[in-house]
Nanobody, 114 residues
Framework: QVQLVESGGGLVQPGGSLRLSCVAS????????MSWYRQAPGKGREFVAT????????NYADSVKGRFTISRDNAKNTVYLQMNGLKVEDTAVYYC???????WGQGTQVIVSS
């Protein structure tokens, strides 16, 4: 049974930080490029960041470049998203995705508000 379980979301003030985690099971995590997406209220789902199988290459949406960092630990079947300098416009449900077969997690809510 394929599972992607995100955690780490919550309420944070502007300028704050959060670290999201996504634990995978039921498929070969180390064979999948992994990504984070987000969906803000009333908007479509958008790409945030991606990391290659070995972690040797990453790519980011322009809106988060320099503030967010994606990483992975293949021994723990986990992908992370370190989010610093959070802005109100980062408020969204954040999803992780295993790209090879388009497996999605259930999402974790991030709210940035003063």
């Amino acid at each position: 049974q394929v599972q992607l379980v995100e955690s780490g979301g919550g309420l944070v003030q502007p300028g704050g930080s959060l670290r999201l985690s996504c634990v995978a099971s039921g498929f070969t995590f180390s064979s999948n490029q992994m990504s984070w997406y987000r969906q803000a209220p009333g908007k479509g789902r958008e790409f945030v960041a991606t990391i290659t199988i070995t972690g040797g290459s990453t790519n980011y949406a322009d809106s988060v470049k320099g503030r967010f960092t994606i990483s992975r630990d293949n021994a723990k079947n986990t992908v992370y998203l370190q989010m610093n300098g959070l802005k109100v416009e980062d408020t969204a449900v954040y999803y992780c995705k295993a790209e090879l077969r388009s497996y999605w997690g259930q999402g974790t809510q991030v709210i940035v508000s003063s």
